[in-house]
Structure formats: C-alpha cells, structure tokens
C-alpha cells in the first residue's frame, strides 16, 4: 500500500487517522485497530515494536506505515538537556526538532514548514525560502520521536516555534494540534502556536474549539522597523495585528505572549523599550525576551546580557509583565535553522527589504 497525499507526498506513519488505519486493517478483527491505534500513540512503539498483533501482520504495517522522518543529525547540548535533530523527510526535505529539558519540564518545539517564506531577516531558517509545508504526521512525529527519547521525562509542553510559520500551514498544523491533544493527551493549555502575525490565521485560531496559546514573534513595536525585521507587518500592520490578539484573549481565555529577540543596537534601545511596553500593556500580554542566537553570516549580533537585563528592567518600569528567555544549545546551532543551513551550505545574507509570502493555504 503506497498511499499519497494530495500534493503527492506519500502518506506516512502518523498522517493516518484512526478510519483510515481501519482502511488499513480491513479483514482483521475491529480490536486490532484499538491496538495499532495503543501501539502508536499510547506506547510511541514503531509498528514492528507491538507485539500485541500477529508478526505477519507487524511484518506488513512495517511497509504499510513508514515513518516519515530519518534522522540526518543529531546534537545534544547544555550537558545533556538540549536535544536536537535534522530529519530528512520522505521527499529529502530537511526540517529540524528540539528537545529541551527544565526542571519543571520538558519541551518539544516543532517545525511545520521545510524552509519558510515570511523573510524575516534576522532568522536562519527565513533566509533559506520555502520549500514545503509539513503534513500533519510528520508534525506529529516529531513529538514522538522527541517523547521516545525523553523517556521517563514526559515532554509536557510542545510550542509550534520551529522552522516555518504554522499559521501559513494552517489546517495540517491544527490537525496535529488536535492529535496531539486528544491522542497523545497534552493538555491545550500546553500548547503554544507562534506566529509572525498572520492575522486570518489568529482570528481562525480563536474560534478554534481548543483553546491553545498563541506567542506572537514582535521584534518591534513600531511599524517603520518592523517592516525592515518582519516584512510581514507591511501586509498586516500593528494596529490590525493587535485587534486580531485581542480577539483571541476574548475568545479563548488565553494570555498572549510576545516574542522580542533583542538585537544589538537595532531594537534594544530604551525607546524601544518604551514603545513596547506601550504596545503589550493593553493587551495583558506576557513579554520574552530572547538574546539573539548568533548566525553564522548575519552580520547583527544579539544584545549583551547587559543590555538585555537593561531592556527588561525599562520594561518593568513601564508595567510590563516580562521574562528573560534562557539561551539553549548556542553551541550545538540550536537557532532555528542553523543545523539544516550547515548541512546544505546555504549562505544567511544580511537583512534587506524581501517581501514575505502571505498566501494562507488550507
């Protein structure tokens, strides 16, 4: 059985839901379905691994469910706490995963794009392009792939903050969204989708049954500098993007967050400061602040930790509710799409104005 999607990819492991897996198993026992189904999302088990069905027929899911993802590289830093892969996909697209470990938690953060075409300069990943969306199991997969190797440390939390932009993919990431919720049991509450501010995917969002997180990347809070870092916002400006989160509070309860990488000399600046508390404030909204992972061929560094720590307090003392984001796996390329630009040589140039995609697919 060699099924395939509509744009012709072929249909791996986890893009199947639970009637098409009956499609799969049509003549076995009904009860067979409910042990594939424990088998792959309960027990994370690969189907040669689910000794609860005959060999034969383990033998033959073996080819029927492939997984959809191959480990290219893997790099583990912060002694151990921060995990994080390069996967080939079945088409040899490269996307990557990340693992990190807390005290408290541990954190899946996902790709839902190969590439992305939003162009914000300061990111790796923006200056590769696009190259495709991610369907909904190969999503999926990259939270059992990252539970399979957290073990007993349960990942709780998945944050849709890899490479892409979820919103530009949006029903294949709210189907993981879902089959992450309801089949492998995280809790809504435990589920951030971030986005650049694509606002027709925020208000999609909150009309969503599930009443997930949503983390905005800002990076400015005035329009002139935004178009430069996030050429996004010359489609949907501040003013809409801010109506659009406060949307999404009403609808869902939720707090907003931003998400500020704090570059030296360009957005770190007291006024800038100002300007963001100005905008946040309103809205309630939670503010983390990131030091710039450094990328190779950006000529910008991030922010000292003297001025981050400076920034952060010029918020606060404008009533803004703010977090300073820990820096993990600097030395393992862990900035998102830096271990994929390293395996396929591609330059990072410095930023200009590129103009963003901002077709939303179904």
Request: hydrophobic share 35%; charged share 25%.
């Amino acid at each position: 059985m060699n099924s395939r999607t509509p744009s012709g990819l072929p249909v791996t492991r986890y893009d199947h839901d639970r009637t098409a897996l009956g499609s799969l198993l049509e003549g076995e026992p009904d009860y067979r379905i409910d042990q594939l189904w424990q088998g792959l999302y309960q027990d994370l088990a690969d189907p040669e691994e689910i000794t609860t069905l005959p060999s034969a027929l383990r033998d033959r899911l073996v080819h029927d469910l492939p997984p959809g993802l191959t480990e290219e590289a893997r790099s583990v830093g912060d002694e151990g706490e921060t995990v994080k892969w390069l996967w080939r996909l079945t088409d040899g697209a490269l996307v990557e995963t990340v693992l990190m470990h807390y005290a408290e938690r541990s954190t899946v953060c996902v790709s839902t794009q190969s590439g992305c075409a939003m162009g914000c300069g300061f990111c790796a990943t923006g200056q590769m392009g696009f190259d495709r969306h991610l369907t909904t199991g190969e999503i999926v997969e990259q939270v059992v792939r990252a539970q399979r190797e957290a073990g007993e440390r349960r990942v709780s939390n998945v944050v849709f903050m890899g490479m892409g932009e979820p919103l530009a993919n949006y029903d294949r990431t709210w189907g993981a969204v879902e089959r992450i919720h309801g089949d492998l049991g995280l809790s809504a509450r435990h589920l951030t989708i971030s986005t650049v501010g694509l606002v027709p995917g925020i208000r999609r969002m909150a009309d969503e049954q599930l009443p997930v997180n949503l983390a905005v990347s800002l990076h400015a809070a005035d329009d002139e500098l935004r178009d430069e870092l996030v050429p996004i916002n010359r489609r949907w400006p501040l003013s809409e993007l801010a109506e659009a989160c406060s949307h999404h509070i009403r609808s869902t309860g939720r707090r907003l967050s931003f998400e500020w990488a704090l570059i030296h000399d360009t957005n770190d600046r007291p006024e800038d400061a100002r300007r963001f508390a100005d905008y946040a404030r309103p809205l309630g909204a939670h503010i983390n602040l990131i030091p710039l992972n450094p990328t190779p061929g950006w000529p910008t560094r991030g922010s000292s930790q003297q001025r981050v720590a400076a920034f952060a307090d010029e918020l606060r003392s404008h009533g803004a509710n703010v977090t300073v984001r820990r820096t993990r796996g600097t030395e393992i390329d862990a900035a998102c799409g830096q271990l994929r630009a390293d395996r396929m040589d591609v330059p990072v140039e410095a930023p200009g104005r590129r103009q963003a995609t901002t077709t939303l697919t179904d």
